[in-house]
């Protein structure tokens, strides 16, 4: 609404507001401290001779090291699978109306979040003692198959199914989550459409479910990545960290190793951290990559319509150009 | 109007919510190219009935016929068999629903949302489904928001994309709970148009609605609900203008 009263202030733009902005002198101090440490810090990396950077960079390339890593990141991703693949059967069964599955799963989730993965972890190296022979069968009936557990459940497996299962519980509690965020009503317009319920839980809930699956999970991810480095309990004995501790107590140099063994952590979890954000990306459609929109949507055709007046929808061009400053927000 | 075959058949239905008793004894027919509309207080039950059409919810008592078929059921040596989930599925394609909240898939485009049920539940090939999709946009007036997610559309846009990707399987009839509730007023117009557009081709409509004057323009039935019981029902301008109810008359007076 434009006001009589305003001055003319011949043609063109209105005047920028000058203002003189606030001081933040605490800002500055505090920016200055940071500083002032930081320069503490670098310069004693640079000058303590006891960080041996000379041993640093010659184990950071050793082929044991680089092995080390490797078995670590296919640890990682092995146990990552499992555990993604029994999380979301698990949500599955959480939610499902039968009660034997919502009481499996939610005691599933009880015992392996409930115990320390260290105990579990020696628990699966134990395995081929509990049970030196695995068979399956009718309980009490005839045998189906049978295989010496030894031969099957290696420390690497056990290591990946110690690892897996635990997070299995976690990931299932962030899966369920996920999937009770998504609007119920979107579940029941895919119903009426005559959907299945697998169709919708593929096609509807977990893709918007991601959105908030994919940010918790890259956490656990990472957190993973690190807890790998117990797999000594089983034990496993090729992973980076016991790697790295082997070198050190052979040199007897723990400090440029353990340093090694920080940066490769540090390089892998920048990795993932660079894959997580454009998977976030992928399972934002719809929300975070519109919120520039949210706005008076910029369409010439928009403003030129607006200016005409109301059109009836009839007329596309019209009633987008109408509606096209009401952008309210979704209903979710 | 001729009078026709009979697409929707309500006998007897009943409804709890646990001790709530919702609907009581609904009956109603609507035949082919009819539009229903149906108007109550808040909590009469309204959305219950319609969302027993279609399966949604599951009444306690009664049975609903959609185009001949009873819904839910089958019936086999004097009996009532529960149908599969495959079966009622099946049931449900032959209605479109749209709700009040517009209820559009956030992650997927305008078109994504009219092209989904169609792929995925009549297995139409792409392309095909693709069409029909911008053809239905089209009609709706949105041809142009076709690659607007739902957050990036106004809540009459939504609606309308809604109405859309119902139309896009074809039904024989169409569900509306309130599809105006939720919008500002000023976009109320756009949806009713659609939906006068829809009723003008013939299509089969059940609409619960609080805009009188859609129910008198375009309605051939107006039914009056409240406390889970059809108080009064007969064409549109005579229970408008004469309603033999108390309580029908007092309803009417708060909203014209
Ligand atoms: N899923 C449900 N569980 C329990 N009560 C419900 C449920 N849905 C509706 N109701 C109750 O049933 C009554 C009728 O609701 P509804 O059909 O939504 O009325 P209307 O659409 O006419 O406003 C209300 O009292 C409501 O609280
Ligand atoms: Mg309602």
Redesign the pocket.
């Known amino acids: 609404m434009r006001s009589s009263t305003l001055p003319a202030r011949g043609q063109g733009a209105p005047e920028p507001i000058d203002a003189v902005p606030v001081r933040h002198p605490g800002r500055w101090a505090g920016a200055a401290v940071i500083l002032l440490f930081l320069g503490l810090f670098i310069q004693s990396l640079a000058t303590n001779p006891n960080f041996r950077w000379d041993v640093v960079w010659l184990y950071l390339r050793d082929a044991r090291v680089i092995e080390g890593v490797g078995w670590t990141l296919l640890l990682t991703a092995l146990s990552m699978v499992l555990a993604i693949t029994l999380a979301i059967l698990l949500a599955f069964m959480r939610q499902s109306d039968n009660p034997i599955f919502r009481w499996s799963s939610w005691t599933w989730v009880w015992f392996f979040r409930g115990t320390p993965v260290y105990t579990q972890l020696v628990f699966w190296g134990l395995l081929a003692v509990l049970y030196p022979k695995i068979s399956l069968g009718v309980p009490f009936g005839p045998e189906l198959f049978a295989f010496n557990t030894q031969d099957v459940v290696n420390a690497f497996w056990a290591a990946v199914l110690g690892l897996g299962l635990n997070e299995s519980a976690y990931l299932a509690e962030i899966f369920r989550a996920g999937l009770k965020s998504v609007d119920k009503g979107q579940i029941e317009a895919a119903e009426a459409l005559g959907m299945r319920s697998r169709k919708i839980m593929w096609r509807i809930v977990l893709p918007q479910a991601m959105r908030v699956i994919v940010p918790p999970t890259g956490n656990e991810t990472i957190g993973m990545l690190k807890t790998t480095s117990l797999v000594l309990a089983v034990p496993f004995t090729l992973d980076l960290t016991f790697q790295t501790n082997a070198l050190a107590n052979r040199t007897y140099l723990p400090i440029p190793l353990l340093i090694v063994a920080a940066i490769w952590y540090l390089v892998i979890t920048s990795i993932l951290m660079v894959g997580q954000h454009y998977i976030e990306k992928h399972y934002g459609r719809g929300v975070d990559n519109v919120s520039g929109a949210r706005g008076p949507v910029i369409n010439p055709a928009a403003a030129k319509a607006a200016a005409g007046g109301h059109s009836p929808p009839e007329l596309p061009g019209g009633a987008t150009a109408v509606e096209g400053e009401y952008l309210e927000e979704s209903g979710r | 109007m001729t009078e026709t075959r009979e697409v929707v058949r309500i006998e007897g239905v009943h409804k709890y919510?646990?001790d709530?008793h919702?609907l009581r004894g609904i009956d109603m027919t609507i035949g082919q190219g009819e539009v229903s509309v149906v108007i109550?207080?808040?909590?009469?039950?309204?959305?219950?009935?319609l969302?027993c059409v279609n399966m949604l919810?599951t009444a306690t008592a009664g049975r609903i016929y959609v185009d001949g078929e009873l819904m839910g059921y089958v019936e086999k040596h004097g009996r009532l068999h529960h149908l599969p989930v495959r079966e009622i599925a099946r049931q449900r394609r032959n209605i479109g629903m749209v709700f009040q909240r517009f209820n559009l898939f956030g992650h997927k485009t305008a078109m994504e949302n009219v092209m989904e049920a169609p792929i995925q539940v009549k297995g139409q090939p792409r392309a095909v489904a693709r069409a029909r999709a911008l053809e239905l946009l089209d009609r709706v007036g949105l041809s142009e928001r076709a690659n607007h997610y739902p957050a990036q559309l106004s809540g009459g846009q939504q609606q309308r994309v809604a109405i859309a990707r119902a139309l896009a399987m074809d039904p024989e009839l169409m569900l509306f709970?309130?599809p105006t509730s939720a919008l500002d007023p000023e976009l109320v117009g756009d949806v009713l148009n659609v939906m006068k557009d829809l009723a003008r081709d013939g299509m089969t409509m059940m609409v619960?609605t609080h805009e009188i004057g859609f129910a008198r323009e375009v309605g051939d039935t107006l039914t009056f609900?409240d406390g889970?019981v059809v108080v009064e029902s007969g064409p549109p301008r005579e229970v408008i203008a004469n309603p033999q109810q108390e309580r029908t008359r007092a309803f009417l007076g708060k909203v014209l």
């Open positions: 919510f646990g709530q919702v109550g207080p808040s909590g009469s039950g309204k959305s219950t009935l969302r919810e709970d309130e619960v609900m889970g």
